[in-house]
């Protein structure tokens, strides 16, 4: 089984945001100088508040907890949590959950997506927009990262060349755009401006499918394309499906840019593992997140909270 693992220690995050508190500077991180924030912070790499320590203390917990013992580490989180996911035996998990180092060991579970309402019914036109200057400028400069079934990048909702002003690359965003088969060379642009993704622990369970599920960006489903360009399409485009004609949408933020990190598929859902994998990497880069997606299970547990903290 694939287990979700929390460790005592915080995470980098939490020394990150100490660090704004305490220069009094509550936009520190809002501005786009996260990454930068920490690299000037001088930790040294015996520091207990750097990246690369957190990650060699979890493998050397592993290593002592399980002398001579099989185990696969699918992610190392230190950004949302202190922690890694492992596919390990039940019991193999209580060993690693009966470590003073741990503060919790949860099997990881199932999402199932959700979805989303229209400017129109958040009275956008009218209001917000109208402060922001218009549709063609409202949300310039934001950066939406959006955990989902990945984006369609031909979709003209998602084009840099539409806007009557144009979209420049915002200089803080550090984030990659993954090239494969399914997503080519060009997929990005100075609207879609990254995208990749994550499947550890589908692949650990031998349900992924390069194939049908698109080792890939690319939206195999429909709901992330439909999220993106809720929250963050180009204005006035217009909706046609079979030839009808439905009207011309536009997203909430419409000259937002967007950055696509793809954990969620269509024949299985996706699973908590790579979903914090995926925001955990979203820290890494100062963007807002659009995570559209409920636990399979109605139950409240410690395991849904560990998604629920972000």
């Known amino acids: ?82 922690g890694f996911a492992v596919f390990l035996s039940p019991q193999q998990a209580k060993k690693l959950e009966n470590r003073k180092e741990v503060t919790n060991v949860v099997p990881d579970f199932s999402v199932r997506l959700a979805t989303t ?13 109208v402060i922001e200057g218009g ?26 060349d539409i806007s009557t002003e144009p979209y420049p690359v915002p200089p803080h965003f550090s984030g990659a755009c993954e090239i494969t088969k399914d997503f080519p ?34 939206d195999g489903d429909g709901h992330g394309t439909h999220t993106a360009s809720i929250a963050a399409g180009n204005h006035n485009i217009p909706v046609i499906v079979a030839g009808h004609h439905f009207g011309n949408a536009s997203g909430m933020a419409p000259h ?6 793809k954990a969620l598929y269509k024949r299985f859902g996706g699973f908590a593992a ?17 995570l559209s997606l409920a636990t399979a299970a109605a139950a409240a547990s410690t395991a849904a909270a560990t998604v629920a903290a972000a």
């Open 1 to 82: 089984m694939v287990y979700i693992v929390t460790l005592k220690q915080p995470p980098t995050l939490n020394y990150l945001v100490g660090l704004r508190k305490s220069d009094n500077d509550l936009s520190y991180v809002r501005r786009g100088k996260l990454t930068t924030r920490q690299n000037q912070c001088n930790c040294s790499r015996s520091d207990p508040h750097n990246t690369s320590y957190l990650i060699r203390f979890q493998d050397s917990l592993l290593k002592r907890t399980f002398k001579g013992e099989s185990y696969q580490k699918l992610y190392s989180y230190h950004y949302l949590i202190n």
């Open 117 to 129: 309402h229209t400017p129109e019914f958040l009275g956008l036109p009218g209001g917000a927009w």
């Open 135 to 160: 549709p063609d400028v409202a949300g310039e400069g934001i950066v939406i990262g959006f955990i989902d079934t990945g984006i369609d990048p031909t979709h003209p909702s998602f084009s840099d």
């Open 185 to 218: 060379s060009g997929s990005c642009n100075r609207k879609l401006i990254g995208a990749c993704h994550f499947a550890a622990s589908a692949i650990a369970r031998g349900l992924f499918n390069a194939s049908e599920d698109y080792a890939s960006p690319f």
């Open 256 to 261: 937002a840019h967007i950055a696509v990190y």
């Open 274 to 290: 790579d979903i914090v994998a995926a925001i955990d990497q979203v820290c890494e880069v100062p963007t807002l997140i659009s």
